[in-house]
């Protein structure tokens, strides 16, 4: 099964999600998970999602729509997001699915579309100040199905200090990149960290690498089915990810179990550089909120302008099977909301991340997402070639949400998972891995 980005893997998961919403109900004065608001004469509109940190975010929701004379009460519900495509899957076919779910963009999307489990959102919901990349991923057959949240990206961090402290120089090359960590690594220092069970992670990794070695032309003929990813620079996208492997951390195959062992070991100065995204450095802070360390893109390989990574992380989606009346109209009062600037405010405020809502910035309280959310203006790949790209969305039916797995596991980006670890173990070749891909795509590309 497919592992998803955007968030951290925890557990214990069932004890976890049925905790977090005891918690989020008695933090944010909400009825309890699947109750009704009608104690208080207020409709009560069930949101379920894989983030926990954003109940704060809901809360100042309800405040500002009853401020609006919108007379709702929001019962935010946080699942473990290892268990929470599985979890809402299952609800969703019950018919017992929360009133306002997130999805993960892209297929995940299209597969609530085209079962109707989700509705369309055309017509009462105006989506016209959304980025248009961000809002492909919420599309289907030309209709639009979900609210677009975050865009994530992809850096590259390094510790301050530790290079300091072993007179090394931040560098600015990809060449630079390997002769910093081999002097790290001579001086006894772990020069990079990875999880080897987070293959998910591997795998935005390799997309982060090939941002900065594919130029937009290529991304483009692959997209349009003229070129594959045996393509030079994809081939070389994947040498280069290989070329880190001997500077990982010594027991990285099996690190990972936790979930967030890689930007808590970095946090705490057991390595100097880690390729991560934004939705980690909340993390990084809490281990350390003193913690001197910088981002930069990951440098090209070939000497090209470094470039960053992004994608759309998920979707604020309705129900469209919601029974009673007085929560319908509530609840798409609510998801009309996500697509205001004073949603992306307030999301951007309290997660830090970029919102794709056109006129929202990040606050100057997020340094790192300030400067990342200027790269996506300015120096981000554009098609994107991994992850929410076509090439990741394999077409579904109306049955695929019940006879499928929760996680796809058709697209590119389970494709790189999938080479991610025997590239660093050197099993395979960049050639063998980008031939494996190929294959898996066929959907895609048509069959040799």
């Known amino acids: 099964m497919t592992s998803t980005p955007g968030a951290r893997r925890r557990?214990?998961?069932?004890?976890?999600?049925?905790?977090?919403?005891?918690?989020?109900?008695?933090?944010?004065?909400?009825?309890?998970?699947?109750?009704?608001?009608?104690?208080?004469?207020e409709p009560t509109v069930t949101v379920w999602s894989w983030r926990s940190q954003d109940a704060p975010m809901w809360q100042t929701v309800q405040n500002d729509?009853?401020?609006?004379?919108?007379?709702?009460?929001?019962?935010?519900?946080?699942?473990?997001?290892?268990?929470?495509?599985?979890?809402?899957?299952?609800?969703?076919?019950?018919?017992?699915?929360?009133?306002i779910f997130y999805d993960r963009a892209g297929e995940g999307t299209?597969?609530?579309?085209?079962?109707?489990?989700?509705?369309?959102?055309?017509?009462?919901?105006?989506?016209?100040?959304?980025?248009?990349t961000a809002l492909a991923a919420a599309q289907y057959q030309g209709k639009t199905y979900g609210v677009p949240f975050a865009v994530q990206t992809m850096e590259l961090y390094y510790n301050t200090k530790l290079l300091?402290?072993?007179?090394?120089?931040?560098?600015?090359?990809?060449?630079?990149?390997?002769?910093?960590?081999?002097q790290l690594k001579s001086k006894g220092v772990t020069p990079m960290y990875a999880m080897?069970?987070?293959?998910?992670?591997?795998?935005?990794?390799?997309?982060?690498?090939?941002?900065?070695?594919?130029?937009?032309?290529?991304?483009?003929?692959?997209?349009?089915?003229?070129?594959?990813?045996?393509?030079?620079?994809?081939?070389?996208?994947?040498?280069?990810?290989?070329?880190?492997?001997?500077?990982?951390?010594?027991?990285?195959?099996?690190?990972?179990?936790?979930?967030?062992e890689q930007e808590t070991q970095f946090a705490l100065g057991k390595a100097a550089f880690i390729i991560d995204g934004g939705f980690d450095t909340a993390t990084i802070n809490q281990v350390d909120p003193a913690l001197k360390y910088g981002q930069m893109l990951v440098p090209?390989?070939?000497?090209?302008?470094?470039?960053?990574?992004?994608?759309?992380?998920?979707?604020?989606?309705?129900?469209?099977?919601?029974?009673?009346s007085a929560e319908a109209a509530a609840a798409k009062k609510v998801v009309a909301f996500t697509a205001t600037k004073a949603f992306g405010d307030a999301f951007t405020q309290i997660a830090g991340e970029i919102s794709p809502i056109q006129g929202v910035q990040v606050p100057s309280s997020y340094p790192l997402s300030v400067q990342a959310a200027q790269w996506y203006q300015t120096q981000s790949v554009n098609p994107v070639f991994g992850i929410r790209s076509p090439?990741?969305?394999?077409?579904?039916?109306?049955?695929?949400i019940k006879t499928k797995s929760a996680t796809t596991d058709q697209g590119i980006f389970t494709a790189e998972q999938n080479v991610a670890v025997p590239?660093?173990?050197?099993?395979?070749?960049?050639?063998?891995?980008?031939?494996q891909i190929d294959s898996q795509l066929a959907w895609y590309f048509g069959k040799k």
Do not use: H
């Open 164 to 182: 300091s402290d072993n007179g090394v120089a931040v560098p600015q090359t990809w060449q630079q990149l390997m002769s910093a960590m081999g």
């Open 423 to 435: 590239l660093l173990e050197n099993k395979i070749t960049p050639q063998q891995a980008a031939a």
């Open 11 to 41: 557990s214990p998961r069932t004890t976890a999600a049925l905790l977090s919403c005891a918690v989020t109900a008695a933090t944010l004065g909400l009825a309890g998970c699947g109750t009704s608001g009608a104690s208080s004469g």
């Open 110 to 132: 299209m597969k609530y579309a085209a079962a109707k489990l989700a509705a369309p959102l055309d017509g009462s919901v105006d989506t016209s100040t959304i980025s248009k």
């Open 300 to 324: 090209s390989p070939d000497g090209k302008q470094a470039r960053e990574d992004w994608y759309t992380d998920g979707d604020i989606s309705l129900n469209a099977n919601i029974k009673s």
């Open 196 to 260: 080897g069970v987070q293959q998910w992670l591997l795998a935005l990794q390799i997309d982060a690498i090939g941002a900065s070695t594919l130029d937009d032309a290529t991304a483009q003929s692959i997209t349009a089915k003229q070129a594959n990813y045996a393509t030079p620079q994809f081939v070389n996208t994947l040498a280069s990810f290989q070329q880190l492997a001997p500077y990982l951390e010594q027991n990285w195959q099996a690190v990972g179990s936790a979930g967030n």
């Open 65 to 99: 729509l009853n401020k609006q004379g919108v007379n709702v009460r929001i019962n935010f519900r946080a699942i473990s997001a290892t268990s929470y495509d599985s979890v809402l899957q299952t609800a969703m076919n019950g018919g017992a699915g929360p009133d």
């Open 391 to 400: 090439m990741d969305t394999p077409p579904v039916s109306p049955t695929d």
